[in-house]
């Protein structure tokens, strides 16, 4: 026996945290970092921490919400780094009308390519999302993990861009307006999306969906713009209709999502995906659920399934679906939400004396029940007529028979179910049997051969042939199905791929390795409905229709080889075939960069072309500069593993993985050391082209055990002697091949360690909120009072010439200390700092205590002589995070590695170099005050940067490589009226002027 639950999910789930999903949790953005790790830990001691479990993403995404969160615990929100960031400008434009030349020299180090030499997984960064121009496969948009949006307009050959400006660069969903190539949308965290009207140059946050999430599709009808669909892990599936400034769920059961896909050819017909597969008919009037089945999974509850409704009127648009059983139904009219259970197009027309039969039941928790409602009509646009309306409570099960009035040829009936405040309604067997046929119809709620999984699904459709849609699924991060429907999603089947995982890094889907969704795809060739391709850790492809599938990738360039088929890196976000007839080609954004397949269907080691080159988003964690000139540095970095920038200017790969911390050793910048993540340490004698594997000091419960990062420093005293940080300081005096410990086992994992570089006895360490000192070489340790309260140290930076005196940043709101008796007491210097998060920090030897800060906007400065305030040292860099930096003295630069924008340098704050290096009164800016047009003109013999800012501190326009020496106009037609701030830039320093409109 099958039943039909009507209830509130959330007393279904219950209150406790541990009966929800940690992404869940990271969604909603109203839990702790610490309940939700608490959260995960638990799911992972459930299904694994080994590879292709999701436990890798997971400790990638604790680490940074860690060093992000507040003292409350939590990590701010999109919104808030908006307006705070908006907020910053509009301060510092009013106070920045001048030319200011020490504000920083910034420039892009790379890598924008990869040269693997002991690199086994090469790539240059993540790409989660691909649009390109309808008709038009030159313009293509994509979209990187943290390092924003980019745009080619010669089919990826170069690259430029397009939102370094902004307080936000994470992007998961692209779009281009089907009618205006210049539009563009983009999709973050926090269900945050952003539009662009003049080609990316500016953007807009165009809204926020309600359900939050990370975006994971936008899609835009093909002819009327203002209607938009969107797709949000973690938050829902959401319908627009007036073009993405207000948004609402699509079906209340749709609490995840992942896919939209119009119907080829028919645009009111949209199929949408999160863990369950939803269809509308009516141009996104109203959705079916397709399968009961998989909410059966969603809520525990064996063979049930829950909805909710509100209102009382069934919707008499909604078309009932064919089939054998019955349809739910969600209408979303904004203020009265509805669910229906509907039965298909029945034939009584020859029935004698037909009846309605079912039993319900009522779930007793406190609160009102207002109805079960029974309903009938005999066409599909008639009214509904009610036949019964149940509002008494019921505590045991009432069995109940109620006769259909008016038999026809078209006969449908349905339930209406409102619960409040958890109440709710339960539902057994509905038939109708007549006194002459017996029984005419039943729905015990059984799986019928729609029957899904509850995993993650995506969409597949081809021009080819409309009808034909694919489904594909995960289940527990491995691949758990295909299904396909051949008469427009009505029905689907099931594809036998019994005891095979294409989502895993087998190259015959052997084993159970996978994390999706995160890696899982799906694209149908336009030209061909049966050439489906699938991906996971690798890409697949089915000529048969998903019946069979074999490799057309491997995720090692070996392995790519000796198979004969493509290479492209591991991790694969997003397919999407672009183009028609001859000139289909198949694009490929992967955790290492975009990739091509110019001949889709044709597979050998020639498959796929990478066309990342010249797109700078390696997402670095850690770099080690040395004190060289010519400079060499090793940088560390997500997913594309340890990577040096040799003194000739060239990068190599030395090492895959996640890499992680590293340096150059100070005495022979031929050795280098380097880690991987939970510090799996590694070094090469040769400047990478070998790698020898150091071994860990100690090992307490495996890998996962210890810290994503793991503290990794060489004495700045002593030749060989390195140190390693877990939960114990070890030392090494060979270079890292012995280790003795030299401090206790402390409390918890040690999050950073460092040694004064005038005295290797003086050491620090930092464990969560905890700061410890040993001023003996390790012999005694002495714990600081300092008290965060409840904020944590993201990291700590000790003076170059004065061993005693230190700076840590953060996460509380006071951002950076300083310390001049090793730690035992500390004084803040916020000051006039942003509220951003502050991340790193480093010592400038000008006997003036410079200190640099580096948050995840930018970098700042200050000293002796500035006072209590701090300068933006930003010229020419991203609004990217700041994981590390690090100075060269020998040359007088700065090196910042950042989280999706690669290495950047900069020449030292320098105050000598002063206005009059800068011709402040050069710049004509005029007419001043203007109406429709300001025109520039700038003696300056280099690349210009131009930005105009509104009061508030908003981006109004923003270009860049103009050279100034002849008028250079711009339209402000489009402005309101009012005072603007005009900043230019170069390489030199940054103006600000003012503008009036009128």
């Given at each position: 026996?099958?039943?039909?639950?009507?209830?509130?999910?959330?007393?279904?789930?219950?209150?406790?945290?541990?009966?929800?999903?940690?992404?869940?949790?990271?969604?909603?953005?109203?839990?702790?970092?610490?309940?939700?790790?608490?959260?995960?830990?638990?799911?992972?001691?459930?299904?694994?921490?080994?590879?292709?479990?999701?436990?890798?993403?997971?400790?990638?995404?604790?680490?940074?919400?860690?060093?992000?969160?507040?003292?409350?615990?939590?990590?701010?929100?999109?919104?808030?780094?908006?307006?705070?960031?908006?907020?910053?400008?509009?301060?510092?434009?009013?106070?920045?009308?001048?030319?200011?030349?020490?504000?920083?020299?910034?420039?892009?180090?790379?890598?924008?390519?990869?040269?693997?030499?002991?690199?086994?997984?090469?790539?240059?960064?993540?790409?989660?999302?691909?649009?390109?121009?309808?008709?038009?496969?030159?313009?293509?948009?994509?979209?990187?993990?943290?390092?924003?949006?980019?745009?080619?307009?010669?089919?990826?050959?170069?690259?430029?861009?397009?939102?370094?400006?902004?307080?936000?660069?994470?992007?998961?969903?692209?779009?281009?307006?089907?009618?205006?190539?210049?539009?563009?949308?983009?999709?973050?965290?926090?269900?945050?999306?952003?539009?662009?009207?003049?080609?990316?140059?500016?953007?807009?946050?165009?809204?926020?969906?309600?359900?939050?999430?990370?975006?994971?599709?936008?899609?835009?009808?093909?002819?009327?713009?203002?209607?938009?669909?969107?797709?949000?892990?973690?938050?829902?599936?959401?319908?627009?209709?007036?073009?993405?400034?207000?948004?609402?769920?699509?079906?209340?059961?749709?609490?995840?999502?992942?896919?939209?896909?119009?119907?080829?050819?028919?645009?009111?017909?949209?199929?949408?995906?999160?863990?369950?597969?939803?269809?509308?008919?009516?141009?996104?009037?109203?959705?079916?659920?397709?399968?009961?089945?998989?909410?059966?999974?969603?809520?525990?509850?064996?063979?049930?399934?829950?909805?909710?409704?509100?209102?009382?009127?069934?919707?008499?648009?909604?078309?009932?679906?064919?089939?054998?059983?019955?349809?739910?139904?969600?209408?979303?009219?904004?203020?009265?939400?509805?669910?229906?259970?509907?039965?298909?197009?029945?034939?009584?027309?020859?029935?004698?004396?037909?009846?309605?039969?079912?039993?319900?039941?009522?779930?007793?928790?406190?609160?009102?029940?207002?109805?079960?409602?029974?309903?009938?009509?005999?066409?599909?646009?008639?009214?509904?007529?009610?036949?019964?309306?149940?509002?008494?409570?019921?505590?045991?099960?009432?069995?109940?028979?109620?006769?259909?009035?008016?038999?026809?040829?078209?006969?449908?009936?349905?339930?209406?179910?409102?619960?409040?405040?958890?109440?709710?309604?339960?539902?057994?067997?509905?038939?109708?049997?007549?006194?002459?046929?017996?029984?005419?119809?039943?729905?015990?709620?059984?799986?019928?051969?729609?029957?899904?999984?509850?995993?993650?699904?995506?969409?597949?459709?081809?021009?080819?042939?409309?009808?034909?849609v694919y489904v594909l699924e995960a289940k527990?991060?491995?691949?758990?199905?295909?299904?396909?429907?051949?008469?427009?999603?009505?029905?689907?089947?099931?594809?036998?791929?019994?005891?095979?995982?294409?989502?895993?890094?087998?190259?015959?889907?052997?084993?159970?390795?996978?994390?999706?969704?995160?890696?899982?795809?799906?694209?149908?060739?336009?030209?061909?409905?049966?050439?489906?391709?699938?991906?996971?850790?690798?890409?697949?492809?089915?000529?048969?229709?998903?019946?069979?599938?074999?490799?057309?990738?491997?995720?090692?360039?070996?392995?790519?080889?000796?198979?004969?088929?493509?290479?492209?890196?591991?991790?694969?976000?997003?397919?999407?075939?672009?183009?028609?007839?001859?000139?289909?080609?198949?694009?490929?954004?992967?955790?290492?960069?975009?990739?091509?397949?110019?001949?889709?269907?044709?597979?050998?080691?020639?498959?796929?072309?990478?066309?990342?080159?010249?797109?700078?988003?390696?997402?670095?964690?850690?770099?080690?500069?040395?004190?060289?000139?010519?400079?060499?540095?090793?940088?560390?970095?997500?997913?594309?593993?340890?990577?040096?920038?040799?003194?000739?200017?060239?990068?190599?790969?030395?090492?895959?993985?996640?890499?992680?911390?590293?340096?150059?050793?100070?005495?022979?910048?031929?050795?280098?050391?380097?880690?991987?993540?939970?510090?799996?340490?590694?070094?090469?004698?040769?400047?990478?082209?070998?790698?020898?594997?150091?071994?860990?000091?100690?090992?307490?419960?495996?890998?996962?055990?210890?810290?994503?990062?793991?503290?990794?420093?060489?004495?700045?005293?002593?030749?060989?002697?390195?140190?390693?940080?877990?939960?114990?300081?070890?030392?090494?005096?060979?270079?890292?091949?012995?280790?003795?410990?030299?401090?206790?086992?402390?409390?918890?994992?040690?999050?950073?360690?460092?040694?004064?570089?005038?005295?290797?006895?003086?050491?620090?360490?930092?464990?969560?909120?905890?700061?410890?000192?040993?001023?003996?070489?390790?012999?005694?340790?002495?714990?600081?009072?300092?008290?965060?309260?409840?904020?944590?140290?993201?990291?700590?930076?000790?003076?170059?010439?004065?061993?005693s005196k230190i700076a840590i940043a953060t996460?509380?709101?006071?951002?950076?200390?300083?310390?001049?008796?090793?730690?035992?007491?500390?004084?803040?210097?916020?000051?006039?700092?942003?509220?951003?998060?502050?991340?790193?920090?480093?010592?400038?030897?000008?006997?003036?205590?410079?200190?640099y800060v580096g948050m995840n906007y930018g970098?700042?400065?200050?000293?002796?002589?500035?006072?209590?305030?701090?300068?933006?040292?930003?010229?020419?860099?991203?609004?990217?995070?700041?994981?590390?930096?690090?100075?060269?003295?020998?040359?007088?630069?700065?090196?910042?590695?950042?989280?999706?924008?690669?290495?950047?340098?900069?020449?030292?704050?320098?105050?000598?170099?002063?206005?009059?290096?800068?011709?402040?009164?050069?710049?004509?800016?005029?007419?001043?005050?203007?109406?429709?047009?300001?025109?520039?003109?700038?003696?300056?013999?280099?690349?210009?940067?131009?930005?105009?800012?509104?009061?508030?501190?908003?981006?109004?326009?923003?270009?860049?490589?103009?050279?100034?020496?002849?008028?250079?106009?711009?339209?402000?037609?489009?402005?309101?009226?009012?005072?603007?701030?005009?900043?230019?830039?170069?390489?030199?320093?940054?103006?600000?002027?003012?503008?009036?409109?009128?």
């Amino acid at each position: 026996m099958k039943k039909i639950v009507c209830i509130s999910a959330y007393i279904l789930f219950g209150l406790s945290l541990y009966a929800q999903d940690y992404k869940q949790l990271i969604a909603e953005g109203e839990s702790t970092v610490e309940e939700i790790i608490e959260v995960a830990e638990r799911h992972f001691d459930t299904v694994g921490r080994e590879r292709g479990r999701g436990y890798k993403p997971f400790r990638r995404w604790q680490y940074f919400a860690e060093r992000a969160m507040d003292e409350s615990g939590k990590v701010k929100s999109p919104e808030f780094y908006y307006k705070e960031l908006q907020d910053y400008n509009a301060r510092i434009n009013n106070e920045s009308l001048a030319a200011r030349t020490i504000v920083g020299t910034w420039q892009e180090m790379g890598p924008t390519y990869w040269n693997a030499t002991s690199g086994y997984n090469p790539g240059v960064g993540r790409i989660t999302s691909i649009a390109t121009e309808k008709g038009n496969q030159n313009h293509i948009i994509v979209g990187s993990d943290t390092g924003g949006v980019w745009k080619s307009l010669n089919g990826g050959t170069t690259w430029t861009v397009l939102t370094d400006n902004l307080a936000n660069m994470d992007v998961y969903a692209l779009a281009i307006d089907p009618l205006n190539s210049s539009t563009y949308f983009w999709g973050s965290y926090g269900g945050s999306i952003f539009k662009s009207v003049d080609g990316g140059a500016t953007w807009s946050l165009l809204g926020n969906l309600p359900g939050g999430g990370r975006v994971n599709k936008i899609l835009v009808h093909p002819t009327d713009t203002s209607k938009m669909y969107c797709s949000s892990e973690g938050g829902g599936l959401f319908k627009s209709v007036d073009g993405g400034f207000n948004w609402s769920i699509i079906h209340h059961t749709a609490t995840n999502g992942y896919d939209f896909e119009f119907k080829s050819g028919d645009p009111d017909v949209i199929y949408a995906s999160g863990n369950n597969v939803y269809k509308s008919v009516n141009g996104g009037l109203s959705f079916e659920i397709f399968e009961e089945a998989s909410i059966w999974d969603q809520e525990f509850i064996s063979g049930s399934i829950s909805w909710t409704t509100s209102g009382s009127n069934i919707n008499n648009s909604v078309v009932p679906r064919t089939g054998e059983s019955m349809g739910l139904f969600y209408v979303e009219n904004y203020s009265n939400p509805m669910t229906q259970l509907i039965s298909p197009a029945l034939d009584l027309s020859e029935t004698v004396s037909p009846e309605l039969k079912f039993s319900f039941t009522q779930v007793g928790w406190d609160g009102d029940i207002d109805a079960l409602k029974v309903l009938y009509k005999t066409s599909a646009t008639a009214n509904w007529i009610e036949l019964a309306n149940y509002t008494a409570e019921v505590t045991n099960w009432s069995d109940i028979t109620l006769s259909l009035p008016n038999p026809s040829a078209n006969y449908y009936v349905a339930f209406e179910g409102t619960a409040n405040y958890g109440r709710g309604i339960t539902l057994d067997d509905v038939s109708i049997e007549s006194s002459n046929l017996g029984v005419v119809f039943s729905d015990g709620f059984e799986s019928t051969s729609n029957a899904f999984g509850f995993g993650p699904k995506l969409i597949g459709v081809s021009p080819d042939n409309p009808s034909v849609v694919y489904v594909l699924e995960a289940k527990d991060n491995v691949f758990g199905g295909i299904y396909k429907s051949t008469d427009n999603g009505s029905t689907f089947s099931k594809l036998n791929h019994t005891n095979k995982n294409y989502f895993g890094y087998d190259s015959f889907a052997s084993d159970d390795k996978g994390q999706a969704p995160r890696d899982m795809a799906i694209a149908v060739n336009p030209n061909n409905i049966n050439d489906v391709h699938i991906a996971g850790i690798n890409t697949w492809r089915s000529t048969n229709g998903g019946t069979d599938f074999t490799i057309s990738s491997q995720w090692t360039p070996y392995d790519a080889y000796i198979g004969n088929v493509g290479y492209c890196h591991a991790d694969v976000d997003i397919l999407e075939f672009v183009g028609n007839g001859a000139n289909t080609k198949l694009l490929v954004g992967t955790d290492g960069g975009i990739y091509s397949a110019e001949n889709p269907t044709v597979v050998n080691n020639q498959y796929y072309t990478d066309l990342t080159a010249g797109l700078g988003i390696r997402q670095f964690y850690k770099i080690g500069v040395s004190q060289t000139n010519p400079v060499i540095v090793t940088g560390g970095s997500q997913d594309n593993g340890s990577s040096i920038l040799g003194s000739d200017g060239n990068w190599t790969d030395w090492f895959g993985a996640d890499g992680m911390e590293g340096f150059i050793d100070k005495n022979n910048s031929q050795v280098i050391y380097g880690t991987a993540q939970y510090g799996n340490l590694i070094k090469s004698f040769d400047s990478g082209a070998n790698v020898s594997y150091l071994t860990q000091p100690e090992d307490k419960g495996g890998d996962y055990s210890w810290n994503w990062v793991v503290p990794f420093e060489q004495d700045p005293v002593l030749q060989n002697v390195v140190y390693c940080a877990f939960d114990v300081v070890y030392k090494s005096v060979d270079g890292g091949f012995n280790w003795i410990a030299i401090s206790p086992e402390f409390s918890g994992n040690i999050d950073h360690f460092k040694v004064a570089s005038t005295n290797s006895n003086i050491m620090y360490v930092a464990i969560n909120g905890i700061f410890v000192y040993s001023t003996d070489g390790g012999m005694n340790w002495v714990q600081s009072s300092l008290n965060l309260g409840g904020g944590r140290i993201n990291e700590i930076a000790v003076h170059p010439t004065d061993p005693s005196k230190i700076a840590i940043a953060t996460t509380n709101n006071q951002k950076v200390y300083i310390s001049t008796d090793n730690g035992a007491s500390f004084t803040s210097v916020r000051w006039d700092l942003p509220g951003f998060s502050s991340q790193a920090l480093t010592w400038q030897d000008n006997g003036k205590d410079g200190l640099y800060v580096g948050m995840n906007y930018g970098i700042y400065y200050t000293d002796n002589e500035l006072g209590n305030t701090w300068t933006a040292f930003n010229n020419g860099l991203p609004n990217v995070r700041i994981n590390e930096l690090e100075i060269n003295a020998v040359e007088g630069k700065i090196y910042a590695a950042t989280y999706g924008r690669g290495l950047w340098s900069s020449n030292l704050y320098d105050e000598t170099l002063g206005v009059n290096n800068f011709e402040l009164d050069d710049l004509v800016l005029y007419p001043n005050p203007a109406t429709s047009e300001v025109k520039l003109k700038w003696n300056v013999s280099e690349d210009v940067s131009i930005r105009i800012y509104n009061t508030l501190g908003k981006l109004m326009f923003y270009t860049k490589s103009e050279n100034l020496t002849n008028d250079y106009k711009i339209n402000l037609s489009t402005f309101k009226t009012g005072v603007y701030f005009v900043k230019l830039n170069t390489s030199k320093g940054e103006i600000t002027k003012k503008l009036i409109l009128n």
